[in-house]
């Protein structure tokens, strides 16, 4: 196990590297004093706020998937559901696997005794069709502000309608009593048996449903998440000294996501891939390529800065080591993860 997890930090290490050998060479011509005069001429204190609002947002994120577990059973606890979904987050900073997260949900909700298979598979599949519900609300709302041109709109709201409906999908197929038979015949092979599963799955599925004054609540909070994105986004600008507004922010800092989780696992979250189309984003909305890569650069250090501790806190409480982390998580994938592809 701390073989491949070795070869997932390298695989970061090299990604990463090249990424941003990438944007030094192309847009600062080999000049890291240019990088640095940029930085130099920020306000440090939006650093703070920067930071604050990055936990924020994925505080945001737990606070909504616990309110989708809290309709389907009355026990659940907020601090115990934030701390799986930060930890669950925090294994796609290790391993580098399409639906990681999700998986690892699913693995620690059964896990822990929290919440059968169906009610976690159900959950996180409804939080998936909310935070892409919100996105894509939020990323239309913004580009008809910004009178953003046509290949904008393509190169965004594409990507976010196939994920919706790429996970309303996920949401409703297990309920099929065809599928079923598929999720049957990949479990057996892991050592599982999930039979009955579609049955139950159909009776977990109607329950939440049936649960509109709590979807509707985490709706909310999934739009909260939204806000609190863009608002870290203007703070991480206000750094560099670059004044941004709100829509734009949302653009560079949120709608991203879109285009992100079509592309295939190909770094422990997503470095240095980011930083590049985050870079090319932000420039495409009329920020200059130099500062655009400065604030590319300077998200991912306030990811570290605002997540890394809420990350490494929630595995620990929940009594995990980095090992267990993915050793968990890929145990699971198979077999519970097949649905999730």
Same mark, same amino acid.
């Given at each position: 196990?701390?073989?491949? +997890?070795?070869?997932?930090?390298? +695989?970061?290490? @090299?990604?990463?590297?090249?990424?941003?050998? +990438?944007?030094?060479?192309?847009?600062?011509?080999?000049?890291?004093?240019?990088?640095?005069?940029?930085?130099?001429?920020?306000?440090?204190?939006?650093?703070?706020?920067?930071?604050?609002?990055?936990?924020?947002?994925?505080?945001?994120?737990?606070?909504?998937?616990?309110?989708?577990?809290?309709?389907?059973?009355? #026990?659940?606890?907020?601090?115990?559901?934030?701390?799986?979904?930060?930890?669950?987050?925090? @294994?796609?900073?290790?391993?580098? @696997? $399409?639906?990681?997260?999700?998986?690892?949900?699913?693995?620690?909700?059964?896990?822990?005794?929290?919440?059968? @298979?169906?009610?976690?598979?159900?959950?996180?599949?409804?939080?998936?069709?909310?935070?892409?519900?919100?996105?894509?609300?939020?990323?239309?709302?913004?580009?008809?502000?910004?009178?953003?041109?046509?290949?904008?709109?393509?190169?965004?709201?594409?990507?976010?309608? %196939?994920?919706?409906?790429?996970?309303?999908?996920?949401?409703?197929?297990?309920?099929?009593?065809? +599928?079923?038979?598929?999720?049957?015949?990949?479990?057996?092979?892991?050592?599982?048996?999930?039979?009955?599963?579609?049955?139950?799955?159909?009776?977990?599925?109607?329950?939440?449903?049936?649960?509109?004054?709590?979807?509707?609540?985490?709706?909310?909070?999934?739009?909260?998440?939204?806000?609190?994105?863009?608002?870290? $986004?203007?703070?991480?600008? %206000?750094?560099?000294?670059?004044?941004?507004?709100?829509?734009?922010?949302?653009?560079?800092?949120?709608?991203?996501?879109?285009?992100?989780?079509? *592309?295939?696992?190909?770094?422990? %979250?997503?470095? %240095?891939?980011?930083?590049? &189309?985050?870079?090319?984003?932000?420039?495409? *909305?009329?920020?200059?390529?130099?500062?655009?890569?400065? *604030?590319?650069?300077?998200?991912?250090?306030?990811?570290?800065?605002? #997540?890394?501790?809420?990350?490494?806190?929630?595995?620990?409480?929940? $009594?995990?080591? &980095?090992?267990?982390?993915?050793?968990?998580? #890929?145990?699971?994938?198979?077999?519970?993860?097949?649905?999730?592809?």
């Amino acid at each position: 196990m701390l073989s491949k +997890i070795r070869k997932y930090a390298f +695989i970061a290490v @090299v990604v990463g590297l090249l990424s941003y050998a +990438i944007i030094f060479l192309v847009i600062y011509r080999g000049s890291i004093g240019e990088f640095i005069d940029i930085v130099s001429h920020g306000d440090p204190i939006a650093a703070l706020f920067a930071a604050l609002f990055r936990a924020s947002a994925l505080i945001m994120h737990g606070i909504t998937f616990f309110i989708i577990l809290y309709a389907l059973s009355r #026990e659940m606890r907020l601090m115990k559901v934030i701390q799986i979904t930060s930890t669950s987050i925090f @294994v796609e900073f290790i391993a580098p @696997v $399409g639906g990681i997260t999700e998986v690892a949900k699913i693995y620690f909700l059964k896990e822990l005794g929290i919440a059968s @298979v169906e009610e976690a598979y159900a959950a996180v599949a409804m939080h998936r069709i909310l935070l892409t519900g919100s996105v894509t609300a939020a990323t239309v709302v913004s580009l008809s502000i910004l009178h953003a041109p046509m290949l904008m709109w393509l190169v965004l709201v594409i990507p976010a309608l %196939g994920l919706l409906a790429a996970n309303t999908a996920i949401l409703l197929a297990p309920a099929s009593p065809k +599928i079923e038979g598929l999720i049957v015949r990949v479990s057996t092979k892991f050592g599982h048996d999930l039979r009955g599963f579609s049955s139950k799955y159909r009776e977990v599925f109607m329950r939440l449903l049936s649960s509109k004054r709590y979807l509707a609540l985490a709706l909310v909070m999934a739009f909260g998440e939204r806000l609190s994105n863009a608002v870290f $986004g203007v703070a991480t600008a %206000g750094i560099l000294g670059v004044q941004i507004p709100v829509w734009e922010a949302v653009i560079i800092f949120d709608s991203l996501q879109t285009i992100i989780w079509l *592309l295939p696992a190909i770094t422990p %979250g997503g470095v %240095g891939i980011y930083e590049l &189309l985050q870079t090319l984003l932000a420039t495409w *909305l009329g920020i200059s390529p130099d500062t655009s890569a400065a *604030l590319a650069i300077m998200t991912r250090a306030l990811f570290i800065i605002g #997540e890394y501790p809420i990350f490494l806190a929630s595995t620990m409480a929940l $009594g995990l080591s &980095l090992k267990k982390v993915v050793s968990l998580a #890929e145990k699971e994938k198979g077999a519970i993860g097949a649905p999730m592809a």
